[in-house]
């Protein structure tokens, strides 16, 4: 038999990410050969991740990159299937390195095919969840760019935010923070009224005219009355027009406006678990 070293299995874990035993046991059968040893890990994880395709990955953590420009951002969630898993230290770092990575991809299925570690991001996580027992998924991949992009990761990895705006100002760190802080407490559906879908709308309206009807409201105030009640649940639902969590007196563009007259927000995007 192949006498496997401390410092080849440490070399192994070091690439793979996998645990003492697994990779001393992968460089036993591959007979000290790492290229095999990788391969067998992976076949392993593929067989964990088989028994565990049906499990529900709900849990993990929810992770906001910028580049080092400020113009583009990413928020990608890695999922995992306990709490337990998610807060671990190992977790959190490795999604964080997936971010990173995915800030370089243009969509989902370039991230998934994008290489770490010597392999694709897919394959990575198949081994992983070989490593980690727990069905490991990428939930979510949204990405923002804008002459400026801000970030906001909430306590805990749970929720994710970006703001983007119409250029850059002196103090737009800490403006682009408030937004994107407003964006994860208030999760609104829209940037403004215009990107609300008319089925939103219509089913609202209608939702108004049946409570004004249950009210013994007449039919001919029912439309004035329902446009009403859009335009206050366009208010609350959207970010610009939403009250400003710090200053409830003004609205977010109110506030925006405040710090520089021609300074708009012109999109989010928010990834939550919660």
């Given at each position: 038999?192949?006498?496997?070293?401390?410092?080849?299995?440490?070399?192994?874990?070091?690439?793979?990410?996998?645990?003492?035993?697994?990779?001393?046991?992968?460089?036993?059968?591959?007979?000290?050969?790492?290229?095999?040893?990788?391969?067998?890990?992976?076949?392993?994880?593929?067989?964990?991740?088989?028994?565990?395709?049906?499990?529900?990955?709900?849990?993990?953590?929810?992770?906001?990159?910028?580049?080092?420009?400020?113009?583009?951002?990413?928020?990608?969630?890695?999922?995992?299937?306990?709490?337990?898993?998610?807060?671990?230290?190992?977790?959190?770092?490795?999604?964080?390195?997936?971010?990173e990575l995915a800030l370089q991809s243009s969509s989902l299925d370039e991230f998934l095919n994008s290489k770490i570690d010597s392999m694709k991001v897919s394959e990575k996580l198949i081994q992983q969840t070989g490593v980690i027992g727990e069905k490991?998924?990428?939930?979510?991949?949204?990405?923002?760019?804008?002459?400026?992009?801000?970030?906001?990761?909430?306590?805990?990895?749970?929720?994710?935010?970006?703001?983007?705006?119409?250029?850059?100002?002196?103090?737009?760190?800490?403006?682009?923070?408030?937004?994107?802080?407003?964006?994860?407490?208030?999760?609104?559906?829209?940037?403004?009224?215009?990107?609300?879908?008319?089925?939103?709308?219509?089913?609202?309206?209608?939702?108004?005219?049946?409570?004004?009807?249950?009210?013994?409201?007449?039919?001919?105030?029912l439309d004035n009355i329902a446009n009403g009640k859009l335009k206050r649940f366009f208010k609350d639902n959207t970010l610009v027009n939403q009250a400003f969590i710090k200053d409830s007196k003004q609205s977010v563009a109110e506030y925006v406006k405040?710090?520089?007259?021609?300074?708009?927000?012109?999109?989010?995007?928010?990834?939550?678990?919660?």
């Amino acid at each position: 038999m192949v006498k496997i070293t401390a410092s080849e299995v440490n070399k192994l874990r070091k690439m793979s990410g996998a645990g003492i035993m697994d990779c001393k046991n992968a460089l036993v059968e591959s007979k000290g050969e790492f290229d095999l040893a990788i391969e067998i890990l992976r076949k392993k994880g593929q067989k964990v991740a088989a028994k565990r395709a049906e499990r529900e990955s709900s849990e993990g953590a929810v992770i906001a990159k910028v580049d080092s420009n400020c113009t583009k951002g990413v928020i990608i969630s890695l999922n995992c299937e306990t709490d337990f898993v998610a807060k671990n230290d190992g977790f959190i770092s490795l999604a964080n390195e997936l971010a990173e990575l995915a800030l370089q991809s243009s969509s989902l299925d370039e991230f998934l095919n994008s290489k770490i570690d010597s392999m694709k991001v897919s394959e990575k996580l198949i081994q992983q969840t070989g490593v980690i027992g727990e069905k490991l998924i990428i939930g979510s991949f949204e990405k923002l760019s804008a002459p400026y992009v801000g970030k906001y990761i909430h306590a805990g990895n749970k929720i994710a935010t970006l703001s983007g705006f119409s250029h850059s100002i002196e103090g737009i760190e800490e403006i682009s923070k408030n937004v994107a802080m407003q964006a994860a407490a208030m999760n609104p559906i829209a940037l403004d009224e215009s990107g609300v879908d008319q089925t939103t709308i219509d089913k609202e309206i209608e939702i108004a005219k049946d409570q004004l009807r249950q009210e013994g409201k007449p039919e001919a105030m029912l439309d004035n009355i329902a446009n009403g009640k859009l335009k206050r649940f366009f208010k609350d639902n959207t970010l610009v027009n939403q009250a400003f969590i710090k200053d409830s007196k003004q609205s977010v563009a109110e506030y925006v406006k405040s710090t520089n007259t021609d300074l708009k927000v012109t999109g989010f995007k928010r990834v939550s678990l919660v």
